[in-house]
């Protein structure tokens, strides 16, 4: 199993629509877990971190599911600058202090006028 | 903006050459990283340094080397690059338990 899977894509979406991605992870002792978005020639920019109750950032709202070893990112009412690829993140270090992250290859979205 | 820098931004090199990327930061942070991304692949680590003179090798380490001998800079090294090199290399700090991005080098192996 991968260590950080993430749906293939790409996500080609019009505006105002909702989207999810979703992640899973191996390492059942994960401790710590993000979203990051890139834009392309563009370096990964954090979009937030994922807590085990859940968080929401306006419309962007992420869910940690520790059980299944599943993070969701929701995004609704999209826009045309969400257009990116997003990265699942997870810190696989047991202890939670090493902070060495595993990345997801990502998946690419689109959204179109 | 975390106040991360890396040079060259750009850089095009031949086989068997040696070659020095540089990752500069200013806010004084502890842990620094090296990544590599690749089509096909999510950034994987290359090396890190949880102080100065202290680093680690991450999941590719081979063919690359690093120093830290300063705080604000972290440097990684091609002893002899090979094609298999070329890639996009970030560098990044921790703040807060979240990782912060320099903007890249894309280096070419020719």
């Known amino acids: 199993r991968k260590e950080v899977e993430q749906d293939p894509g790409p996500f080609n979406v019009p505006e105002g629509a909702t989207v999810a991605f979703n992640c899973t992870y191996s390492?059942?002792?994960?401790?710590?877990f993000f979203w990051y978005r890139q834009d392309c020639r563009k370096e990964p920019k954090l979009l937030m971190s994922v807590y085990s109750s859940g968080n929401e950032d306006g419309r962007f709202t992420a869910q940690l599911n520790r059980a299944s070893q599943y993070i969701s990112l929701l995004i609704r009412d999209s826009k045309l600058s969400d257009s990116a690829t997003y990265l699942c993140v997870v810190n696989m270090e047991s202890g939670g202090s090493n902070y060495k992250l595993t990345f997801g290859k990502g998946t690419l979205l689109t959204v179109n006028p | 903006d975390a106040g991360i820098t890396q040079s060259p931004r750009h850089k095009v090199t031949e086989t068997g050459t040696p070659v020095t990327l540089r990752c500069h930061q200013t806010e004084n942070h502890r842990y620094m990283y090296w990544y590599r991304q690749d089509p096909g692949h999510g950034l994987r680590l290359i090396h890190y340094?949880?102080?100065?003179?202290?680093?680690d090798k991450g999941e590719v380490s081979d063919g690359y080397s690093v120093s830290r001998s300063k705080t604000e800079d972290f440097l990684l090294t091609l002893e002899s690059a090979t094609s298999s090199q070329t890639s996009v290399y970030f560098c990044a700090i921790s703040a807060r338990n979240e990782q912060y991005f320099g903007p890249g080098t894309r280096l070419t192996v020719t």
């Open positions: 340094s949880y102080g100065v003179k202290d680093t």
């Open positions: 390492n059942s002792a994960s401790q710590s």
